[in-house]
């Protein structure tokens, strides 16, 4: 049986040897792709890999964003390219999906800018031309977001398959973290000149840091809203999506997250909801915040761990050539949810 564990070994060869290995064998392989994920897998083998450094990089800012959380980015249940699903809409499903299109679309703009991926490179529209308005030109390596974006849309958004109101959900959130992505591009210029005099500049855009993304999306997080679905068509297919409110007929805004359901707490394992729970998890006895024992524990209380923290301190150097340091000991304890 294969599991997430054998994504990160299709990172580490080089694309050669990737593509001997045969990009069959490798698609067929990757655990939760939909048939459509696995035909651009298979005509892109070398794209990917860049796509799972990208649902990993997601993730990873995923489990950042929610480190003091109850609930810490992990879910119980299949685990697939894109992390383990929640099953529940929540707001907390919402944040993963918009954080792993982002994470896609980020990772596969770098690589086209880095020359790694074929069919792309820098933003062809963004060289050589002048910007008479605000007079500089466009130099250097734009990186091409729009190409990284549509990729993440025709990839991530093809494991939708399930015509119900999750996956109008899904989508909107995938849609949500590209677009948060995508206003945080940044433009840096240079000046060239005699002695640093701008007399010509060149400006070029580049990506944001995906810290930023992860901090942003998390904010919204805070914020989500709740919809519900409206079935418009004769076949009562649901539509779009509406704040759920009452007497409102108002759309959300194309970044908000959003989610149908309520979240649980998370405070016990439970596969119903694909929560796994507090237990075991560290917690800080005296912080008021969501790291608290009191609260990410639930009341269960908490297990106190003893140990003996020992370093090197007043480190001194002697002439010629050594250091001596002292041993310094501190006790001090950890808390662990009962
Ligand atoms: C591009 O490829 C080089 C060499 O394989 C690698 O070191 C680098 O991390 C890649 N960049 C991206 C953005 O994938
Ligand atoms: C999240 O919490 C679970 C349950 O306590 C734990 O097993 C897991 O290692 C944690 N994950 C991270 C990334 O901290
Ligand atoms: C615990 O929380 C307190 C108050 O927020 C903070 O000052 C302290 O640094 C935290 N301790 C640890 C080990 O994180």
Redesign the pocket.
Known sequence: HVTFCVWPLFLSP?LSSVVALGANIICNKIPGLAPRQRAICQSRPDAII?IG?GAQMGINECQYQFRFGRWNCSALGEKTVFGQELRVGSREAAFTYAITAAGVAH?VT??CS?G?LSNCGCDREKQGYYNQAEGWKWGGCSADVRYGIDFSRRFVDAREIKKNARRLMNLHNNEAGRKVLEERMKLECKCHGVSGSCTTKTCWTTLPKFREVGHLLKEKYNVAVQVEVVRASRLRQPTFLRIKQLRSYQKPMETDLVYIEKSPNYCEEDAATGSVGTQGRLCNRTSPGADGCDTMCCGRGYNTHQYTKVWQCNCKFHWCCFVKCNTCSERTEVFTCK
Do not use: R
Request: aromatic content about 0%; cysteine-free.
């Open positions: 080089t860049v450094e990772a770098a690589a880095q790694n």
